[in-house]
Nanobody
Framework: QVQLMESGGGLVQPGGSLRLSCAASGSIFSIAAAGWYRQAPGKERELVAGITTGGSTNYEDSVKGRFTISADNAKKMVYLQMNNLKPEDTAVYYC??????????WGQGTQVTVSS
């Protein structure tokens, strides 16, 4: 059974940093693409950052220059480095992985709260 497990969320002050990790287990296939999404209360889930195995990345405008997505296919890990966090970054962050089997999976989410 394929599982994605996020970790690294928490409470941080504005201007602080967090590193989210997403561990994929249970699949024999490689990661073809991955993304981090977030959902704030009362809002729709949105794509924050995406990455392909070719190394191409894309970011939501508000996080450009502050967030960095990376992936390690050998370890089947996906990361999101978040710097200079702002209160508006507060949300539940979800990992999404597309495997080379063309099946996609979601993690259970990790809460990020940016507040003084």
């Amino acid at each position: 059974q394929v599982q994605l497990m996020e970790s690294g969320g928490g409470l941080v002050q504005p201007g602080g940093s967090l590193r989210l990790s997403c561990a994929a287990s249970g699949s024999i296939f490689s990661i073809a693409a991955a993304g981090w999404y977030r959902q704030a209360p009362g809002k729709e889930r949105e794509l924050v950052a995406g990455i392909t195995t070719g190394g191409s990345t894309n970011y939501e405008d508000s996080v450009k220059g502050r967030f960095t997505i990376s992936a390690d296919n050998a370890k089947k890990m996906v990361y999101l480095q978040m710097n200079n966090l702002k209160p508006e970054d507060t949300a539940v962050y979800y990992c999404n992985v597309l495997f080379s089997s063309r099946r996609t999976y979601w993690g259970q989410g990790t809460q990020v709260t940016v507040s003084s």
